[in-house]
């Protein structure tokens, strides 16, 4: 059974930073997208990043480029994402999802099959 495990949520300031990671098993990392998505109180989950481990493209959100990257760690198994100059409206539960497939954007949540359980972030102001 495939299982992802989220780890690296937590409380920070504004304008700090924080690594999420991914760790998946039974699921290896040749030819998949591996993605993250984000989740506010009130709102829809929320496309952030995705990596097409086939070629390295990454693609993300308008509202974290230039403040967040992805990446992966294949022979780990783990994928990452990186979140700097972090803002309050990042506050939101994270959640890394995995599949058989390319990153398009905008990626959506129904075209992944396997997700972690979610990690939360805080921001303060």
């Known amino acids: 059974e495939v299982q992802l495990v989220e780890s690296g949520g937590g409380l920070v300031q504004a304008g700090g930073s924080l690594t999420l990671s991914c760790a998946a098993s039974e699921f290896t990392f040749d030819d998949v997208a591996l993605s993250w998505f984000r989740q506010a109180p009130g709102k829809e989950r929320e496309g952030v990043s995705c990596l097409s481990t086939s070629d390295g493209s990454t693609y993300y959100a308008d509202s974290v480029k230039g403040r967040f990257t992805i990446s992966s760690d294949n022979d780990k198994n783990t994928v990452y994402l990186q979140m700097s100059s972090l803002k309050p409206e990042d506050t939101a539960i994270y959640y890394c999802?995995?599949?058989?497939?390319?990153?398009?954007?905008?990626?959506?949540?129904?075209?992944?099959?396997?997700w972690g359980q979610g990690t939360q972030v805080t921001v303060s102001s």
């Open positions: 999802a995995a599949e058989v497939y390319e990153c398009g954007w905008p990626v959506m949540a129904y075209e992944f099959g396997h």
